[in-house]
């Protein structure tokens, strides 16, 4: 078992995590909507989401591998061609965060938990990103892939929990620092660039 391939992909998964995106930003504006404790239900909707990505990847590449190794290495180039496509919607990003109001005001914490969760779930995208993420950090020759994706899946679902949570916890705090930094969200576009640039040039050469 490589260690050190591990420890890259959770430092990849907490700077993904820290990075704007549609999901984190959603549990900010429901946190400061509605309180800290249905940010943390939208929280667990999601990453309750993410096994189902994760079982989809693990079990459809690991099929593959066992097929035909060089359909493997197709899946890893078709992922270094999505981050670096990624990269680019980033880069022509203005940088901004802003946080629109929040939908569902009146739902309670269960149909929160649901709304993060097939908000996850019939998003297209989180798939394809695992599919491009998660095949260059197979980390062990002895352990299956179906396991090594397993546990790729849930130390994301981990580290992600840990920062969106700590959003929801601090949203109030969180959303006065970026008020008054400016500079945060161009500061986050960048971490972002660097984040993918470095996942995709990992892929070409693992």
């Known amino acids: 078992m490589d260690y050190e391939i591990l420890i890259g992909f959770i430092t990849a998964t907490l700077a993904l995590s820290i990075s704007p995106g549609p999901d984190n930003i959603f549990v900010l504006a429901i ?3 509605n309180g800290s404790k ?3 239900a939208v929280v667990a909707g999601l ?3 993410c096994l189902i990505h994760t079982t989809l990847v693990a079990f459809g590449v690991s099929a593959l591998v066992r097929e035909n190794e060089s359909l493997f290495l197709i899946i890893k180039l078709l992922g270094v061609a999505y981050l670096l496509y990624l990269t680019f919607l980033v880069f022509r990003s203005e940088g901004k965060i802003e946080l629109s109001n929040a939908n569902g005001t009146q739902k309670g914490l269960f149909g929160l938990f649901k709304k993060g969760f097939w908000m996850n779930v ?5 798939t394809i990103f695992f599919l491009a993420f998660f095949p260059g950090f197979l980390f062990s020759e ?3 892939t179906v396991v090594q994706f397993y546990i790729l899946g849930l130390l994301f679902i981990f580290f992600s929990s840990l920062v969106f949570g700590a959003i929801a916890l601090g949203a109030g705090t969180i959303s006065s620092y970026i008020a008054k930094t400016p500079g945060v ?8 660039i660097v984040v993918f640039l470095g996942i995709a040039a990992y ?3 693992s």
Do not use: D, E, Y
């Not at 019939?122 to 989180?126: A, H, I, S, T």
């Not at 969200?185 to 972002?192: D, I, S, T």
């Open 142 to 144: 002895t352990i299956s």
């Open 185 to 192: 969200g161009v500061f986050l576009k960048w971490l972002q």
């Open 47 to 49: 990453m309750t989401g």
């Open 31 to 33: 946190s400061l909507a």
């Open 203 to 205: 892929l070409l050469l």
């Open 38 to 40: 249905k940010g943390l």
């Open 122 to 126: 019939l998003n297209p995208k989180v």
